[in-house]
């Protein structure tokens, strides 16, 4: 191997430690600490949805997936909230931009996943995970702020990315997206919060 293929060679990150660098740099940024083991659930969950595969398994609709897990023996419904919890919290953080003005946005994502983590958060019997699944419903709309930072590292160029971040802000009361309004200065930080803050 040359010299050059061997400095290559160490530059280069795993998937892993790219992901655990980027929610690093998300968590320190947005002034949020949550549960070590909850970010390393949010690492394993972007190696997870790395393959895009994984979040299209399914092509049931978030409602039938929950009915389902209602319905279904006690590793099944696991297993079937885990995946609605999951793939709720990933498409809101990546795509929730793309669910504005949809029939299903982004504020349905938001309470299906935090309902699928509480569901997981009562009934599991392994109380480390019950803590993590506990913190993901209850502030679910932080980790969507995780994601979405990751997804965007915060650069907010065209006038049509700062309308969307406008109404991603109106929508869901995001506190990423309103500091980023207010560093772009279009965001009045006397003025009172939405009053519909879910994240």
């Known amino acids: 191997m040359s010299q050059r293929n061997q400095a290559t060679a160490i530059v280069l990150e795993s998937p892993r430690e790219f992901f655990v660098d980027r929610i690093d740099q998300a968590l320190q940024r947005l002034k949020f600490e949550p549960l070590p083991l909850s970010r390393h659930y949010l690492v394993d969950l972007l190696e997870h949805f790395m393959l895009s595969h994984n979040l299209f398994e399914n092509r049931d609709t978030l409602a039938e997936m929950y009915l389902r897990a209602q319905n279904s023996p006690a590793p099944v419904r ?20 793309s669910l504005t003005r949809k029939i299903v946005d982004i504020d349905y994502y938001v ?27 209850v502030r679910f709309g932080e980790f969507v702020d995780v994601l979405t930072y990751i997804s965007q590292e915060a650069l907010v160029q065209s006038n049509g990315d700062l309308l969307r971040l406008y109404d991603r802000y109106m929508a869901t009361g995001s506190r990423l997206a309103e500091d980023q309004l207010k560093e772009k200065g279009l965001l009045n930080p006397d003025l009172p919060k939405v009053k519909n803050n879910k994240m």
């Open 111 to 137: 309470g299906m996943g935090g309902t699928a983590y509480g569901a997981l958060s009562s009934s599991s019997p392994d109380e480390n995970l019950s803590q993590v699944y506990g913190e993901f419903s």
């Open 78 to 97: 696991t297993d079937l909230l885990k995946r609605l919890g999951d793939s709720s919290l990933y498409i809101s953080g990546f795509f929730g931009d």
